[in-house]
């Protein structure tokens, strides 16, 4: 049977001998850039989530400091993504009522009295859609909505110091604080590379601090990077998918929490044994199912720090639908990728940019591009493409 380069090895050889690492990575840093939440709308959605904090007080008439409002997920990771304009970023909040008596409220009860203190204040925050755990708010004419998530506290539930309204299980652990702190503790470890690399706005050597939120990003943060690039990628495949391909696709925390492992792996085993950033991006896409567990048949990728909450729990209700979707969409990222880096970075095929970054990702591309004495000099030393441009690619982004 013939044996294949993996991923990784089969798009550096062929980079590496066309000479364009480093152009690739200083392109994608830039694309991913102008496509995050940027920092006029981070600062607008910080005034509203605590605008929104001082309502839920005096609506549920609890002191301020009993009402405790947090971002979480991509907010809080610094991994917010969005797929195609005019497509709202998703900002999860946490909101957790720390007042008399909300450590015995049932669960039905707590969730809708939170979601009757959302009412009154549609002009600004659109009307409230009600979803599993959280209630929505759509915030129009915003670059960004919420999903409010209320949580009292469970100091012996489940072991979470949390918990939150679930329709099946009444409650469900939760600890997003902690988590995010897991992922942000792995995003410090820093990679040293065995090449040095072009110091310039796309690759900026950097310390282990973690960046603050007005801070740019570099592709050498490269676990948020990666992240920020399937998350793209999963929404950009399933944009067209119908509904019901759309309820079963990778969900954002099983995608952050099994790159995320594979991270840690490769800076415990291998920190110094890569050319590249980029490298390791694609190393990490071989990687990450590695980590999705089996025991006694049944799905596991749990919670690193809540162990008892498996995020693939639903996985094993679904006649499989979900962990198929996900080895679909895992498979057409690696040949993605592969396709779109073996092209040269001067004259790159719209398609093949579209099918990772999307339409939006198509324009932020034109939009990265340097100037066009910059681009000369950028561009010098690349070489023949080492396979050739998909059929029908003619139309490139030169």
Known sequence: MTTYPTLSKRVVDSLIAREEEQQWEQLISKLLRRLELDPAAREEATRE??????????KLSLPRHDVIVSPQGSMRTQTTISPRHPVKFDIDIFVELA???????????????????LEGNEAITGEREEKRRCWRLGYPGKPFYFDVTPAVRGTTFAGGKLRVRDPDT????????????????????????????????????????????????GLDDILRRTVQLMKLHRDNMYWFADEKRKEVQPISVIIVTLVTHAYAELIKTSRSNFRSPLEVVLKLVEMMPTYIKRENGKYRVSNPTLPLENFADRWN????????????????LEVDLDILLHNSA?????????????????????????????????????????????PGSSDTLG
Request: hydrophobic letters at 35%; proline letters at 7%; aromatic letters at 10%.
């Open 99 to 117: 007042g008399p008596g909300y450590d015995r409220v049932e669960s039905e009860t707590m969730f809708h009295g939170f979601g009757k203190a």
């Open 49 to 58: 989530y605590e605008r929104l904090g001082d309502s839920i007080a005096s």
């Open 317 to 332: 209700h679904d006649n499989e639908s979900r962990a198929n979707e996900f080895d679909k969409w895992h498979k057409r």
């Open 170 to 217: 009444t409650w469900a652990p939760t600890n997003p604080g902690e988590y995010a702190d897991w992922f942000c503790n792995h995003a410090k470890e820093r990679f040293t590379f065995l090449s040095p690399l072009l110091k310039s706005e796309g690759v900026v050597a950097r310390s282990g601090v973690e960046p603050l939120p007005e801070e740019s990003i």
């Open 346 to 390: 001067k004259a790159v095929p719209e398609a093949n940019v579209r099918e990772v970054f999307g339409s939006a990702g198509v324009e932020a591309w034109k939009a990265s591009r340097p100037k066009a004495n910059v681009l000369d000099g950028l561009l010098a030393s690349a070489g023949p493409l080492s396979s050739p441009v998909m």
